[in-house]
């Protein structure tokens, strides 16, 4: 549905996009995942023809982003990273107004606006003005707007920026509840997002591909080794923190036991793993064995940034995920 | 053609939801108005001066009222046409809907065209207000119509013109006070051009005069169509939007 080949954005001083390609199939959900300024936007702004590559090509649904730029237009809908909303209008006379600018004939128009406000749950407050909605509804707005002509891509630009734990969630379901229909590319930096939402990943940093792969052999190749933080308190009386490190460090599986802090006595550890290994059963065992408290315990998700610092590892030569 | 009319449309929505359209309808029929009641009371006096001296020669409603009258309503449009372009393309980039406009399967002449048209139609409203003053005059006289309608197609002419180069200049930023103040000094400056001929003849006095937005409009007032003139604010409405889609184009190479 989409393709990309060594697309490469110059602006005047910086490269935004250098070389990347990917493809991505119909009515898949994919993630595009990167830090702030890794090209994203940019990415996405060439997708939508909103701006032209420096060079390479971009083709969506067959047509070329410069050749056939209204051709690709009419097949995507898009929602910038703020919702482009009018702020005098009346939601259902905006969303009116997106559908003819879309090209839906007069007579359609109307009942595609009721359709997508009932689906994107805007119905309530259809004859508010955009100024007066709240941040949850005019990304619902935006997104309604996105999908109004039934495209067959949708590019959606850090859709749950800026929204609360219950907006997002709303907003992630909805999203999912869309794929069916729509190939649909988000972009996001919130790790967590991708996995909950999206089959198949695309990472990039400072506008170069990282790793492109589905959500499952992705979160497998790097969950590998496991990073555990432990928190261990003595039962009674003082404890040093060199002897909980030594024995850490002894149980079977651990390679590395780094000490983070000491508070109220409790001093907290992260551990992490040999590759394959999992060992927090290990460890509970040999801190309770040795007449601690165990405080706490549990496996931490890999951070964006570790998963940058494993991958572009990995691309430097075989060192991935093979720590000593 | 649809999308034109579509954009324009939803210009015109914005134009007439926000206080801009009524606040410039306001200020134009209170400042026609009054050179109209100035113009008709100098057109009075002197008819009766030239009465009582038994004079007696005939005295021109056209040539007293209407000619004055567009002739001032010529330059207070210098005035409103800023506040009529600013916000085009400057508030579409500030608030960021620029990106629903530019990834809408629509050309950007079509915009630009949409967009000019929205603005040329809330001027000729503005200017409809003075037709009434105008359309006063029929009552107590017998004015020529003929030259007053020339007149209103120059002003239109002048109008799409400089509506065209705010526009332009509408495209250059994102600031609608820059956009605004930018468009105030280039009427300006086609307006006083024409100004230099009144001490120089050469050369550089002459292209001056004639780039001047006044000059032009002068034969319109007086009630003659001259093709001359009408291609000359053509060529400059053409030319302010051929510039304002090379801006939109380089807008999005840079973007």
């Given at each position: 549905?989409?393709?990309?080949?060594s697309?490469?954005?110059?602006?005047?001083?910086?490269?935004?996009?250098?070389?990347?390609?990917?493809?991505?199939?119909?009515?898949?959900?994919?993630?595009?995942?990167?830090?702030?300024?890794?090209?994203?936007?940019?990415?996405?702004?060439?997708?939508?023809?909103f701006?032209?590559?420096?060079?390479?090509?971009?083709?969506?649904?067959?047509?070329?982003?410069?050749?056939?730029?209204?051709?690709?237009?009419?097949?995507?809908?898009?929602?910038?990273?703020?919702?482009?909303?009018?702020?005098?209008?009346?939601?259902?006379?905006?969303?009116?107004?997106?559908?003819?600018l879309?090209?839906i004939?007069?007579?359609?128009?109307?009942?595609?606006?009721?359709?997508?406000c009932e689906?994107?749950?805007?119905t309530?407050?259809?004859?508010?003005?955009?100024?007066?909605?709240?941040?949850?509804y005019?990304?619902?707005?935006?997104?309604?707007?996105?999908?109004?002509?039934?495209?067959?891509?949708l590019?959606?630009?850090?859709?749950?920026?800026?929204?609360?734990?219950?907006?997002?969630?709303?907003?992630?379901?909805?999203?999912k509840?869309?794929a069916?229909?729509?190939?649909?590319?988000l972009?996001?930096?919130?790790?967590?997002?991708?996995?909950?939402t999206?089959?198949q990943?695309i990472i990039?940093?400072?506008?170069?591909?990282v790793?492109?792969?589905?959500?499952?052999?992705l979160?497998?190749?790097?969950?590998?080794?496991?990073t555990?933080?432990?928190?261990?308190?003595?039962?009674?009386?003082?404890?040093?923190?060199a002897?909980?490190?030594?024995?850490?460090?002894q149980?079977?599986?651990?390679s590395?036991?780094?000490?983070?802090?000491?508070?109220?006595?409790?001093?907290?550890f992260?551990?992490?793993?040999l590759?394959?290994?999992?060992?927090?059963?290990?460890?509970?065992?040999s801190?309770?064995e040795?007449?601690?408290?165990?405080?706490?315990?549990?496996?931490?998700?890999?951070?964006?940034?570790?998963?940058?610092?494993?991958?572009t590892?990995?691309?430097?030569?075989?060192?991935a995920?093979?720590k000593? | 053609?649809?999308?034109?009319?579509?954009?324009?449309?939803?210009?015109?929505?914005?134009?007439?939801?926000?206080?801009?359209?009524?606040?410039?309808?306001?200020?134009?029929?209170?400042?026609?108005?009054?050179?109209?009641?100035?113009?008709?009371?100098?057109?009075?006096?002197?008819?009766?001066?030239?009465?009582?001296?038994g004079?007696?020669?005939?005295?021109?409603v056209n040539?007293?009222v209407?000619?004055?009258?567009?002739?001032?309503?010529?330059?207070?449009?210098?005035?409103l046409?800023?506040?009529?372009t600013?916000?085009?393309?400057?508030?579409?980039?500030?608030?960021?809907?620029?990106?629903?406009?530019a990834?809408?399967?629509?050309?950007d002449?079509?915009?630009?065209l949409?967009?000019w048209l929205a603005?040329?139609?809330?001027?000729t409203?503005?200017?409809?207000i003075?037709?009434?003053?105008?359309?006063?005059?029929?009552?107590?006289?017998?004015?020529?119509?003929?030259?007053?309608?020339?007149?209103?197609?120059g002003?239109?002419l002048?109008?799409?013109?400089?509506?065209?180069?705010?526009?332009?200049?509408?495209?250059?930023?994102?600031?609608?006070?820059?956009?605004?103040?930018?468009?105030?000094?280039?009427?300006?400056?086609l307006?006083?051009?024409?100004?230099?001929?009144?001490?120089?003849?050469?050369?550089?006095?002459?292209?001056?005069?004639?780039?001047s937005?006044?000059?032009?409009?002068?034969p319109f007032?007086?009630?003659?169509?001259?093709?001359?003139?009408?291609?000359?604010y053509?060529?400059?409405?053409?030319?302010?939007?051929?510039?304002?889609a090379?801006?939109?184009?380089?807008?999005?190479?840079?973007?």
């Amino acid at each position: 549905m989409i393709k990309v080949e060594s697309l490469t954005k110059r602006y005047a001083r910086t490269v935004a996009v250098d070389g990347i390609s990917f493809e991505v199939e119909k009515g898949r959900i994919v993630g595009f995942l990167g830090p702030n300024g890794a090209g994203k936007t940019t990415t996405m702004r060439v997708l939508t023809c909103f701006m032209p590559p420096t060079s390479g090509t971009a083709r969506v649904a067959g047509f070329d982003v410069l050749q056939q730029p209204l051709e690709v237009k009419k097949r995507i809908g898009y929602l910038p990273e703020s919702p482009p909303l009018y702020p005098e209008m009346e939601v259902v006379e905006y969303l009116r107004f997106v559908g003819r600018l879309k090209g839906i004939p007069k007579s359609a128009v109307d009942r595609r606006v009721d359709e997508v406000c009932e689906r994107c749950a805007i119905t309530d407050v259809r004859t508010r003005l955009l100024s007066k909605l709240s941040r949850g509804y005019r990304q619902r707005v935006g997104l309604a707007q996105a999908i109004i002509h039934n495209p067959d891509v949708l590019i959606l630009d850090e859709p749950t920026a800026g929204l609360d734990p219950k907006q997002i969630n709303e907003t992630r379901r909805l999203i999912k509840s869309l794929a069916g229909d729509h190939t649909i590319i988000l972009s996001t930096h919130i790790l967590p997002e991708v996995e909950q939402t999206c089959e198949q990943v695309i990472i990039i940093d400072k506008g170069k591909l990282v790793a492109t792969d589905t959500v499952e052999n992705l979160t497998h190749r790097l969950r590998g080794s496991e990073t555990v933080a432990v928190e261990v308190a003595p039962r009674d009386g003082a404890l040093e923190t060199a002897e909980v490190q030594r024995r850490l460090e002894q149980v079977p599986g651990v390679s590395r036991v780094i000490f983070k802090e000491t508070r109220d006595n409790r001093h907290r550890f992260e551990v992490e793993s040999l590759e394959g290994r999992s060992v927090r059963g290990a460890l509970a065992r040999s801190v309770v064995e040795a007449g601690w408290d165990l405080v706490e315990l549990h496996a931490t998700a890999l951070s964006l940034e570790q998963i940058f610092l494993q991958l572009t590892a990995s691309e430097d030569g075989g060192a991935a995920g093979g720590k000593p | 053609m649809k999308n034109i009319w579509i954009i324009c449309r939803k210009e015109l929505r914005s134009y007439f939801a926000s206080p801009i359209a009524y606040g410039l309808m306001a200020f134009f029929a209170a400042i026609a108005g009054y050179f109209f009641y100035v113009a008709t009371a100098i057109f009075v006096t002197r008819g009766l001066e030239s009465q009582m001296m038994g004079r007696g020669f005939p005295m021109d409603v056209n040539e007293w009222v209407v000619r004055p009258v567009l002739m001032n309503i010529s330059v207070i449009g210098l005035f409103l046409i800023p506040m009529i372009t600013m916000r085009l393309f400057a508030e579409e980039k500030r608030s960021g809907t620029i990106e629903l406009l530019a990834t809408s399967p629509v050309r950007d002449s079509e915009i630009i065209l949409g967009k000019w048209l929205a603005a040329l139609i809330l001027y000729t409203c503005i200017l409809a207000i003075s037709a009434l003053n105008i359309a006063l005059l029929f009552l107590y006289g017998k004015p020529d119509w003929r030259p007053i309608l020339v007149g209103y197609l120059g002003l239109l002419l002048q109008g799409g013109a400089l509506l065209a180069i705010g526009t332009f200049i509408s495209t250059t930023t994102r600031n609608q006070i820059i956009a605004g103040t930018a468009t105030f000094a280039a009427c300006l400056l086609l307006w006083v051009f024409d100004w230099i001929t009144a001490y120089e003849t050469t050369t550089w006095a002459k292209v001056m005069s004639y780039l001047s937005v006044v000059t032009h409009f002068e034969p319109f007032a007086k009630g003659v169509l001259d093709s001359k003139h009408a291609i000359y604010y053509l060529s400059v409405i053409f030319f302010g939007l051929f510039l304002t889609a090379r801006s939109m184009e380089s807008l999005r190479w840079r973007a």
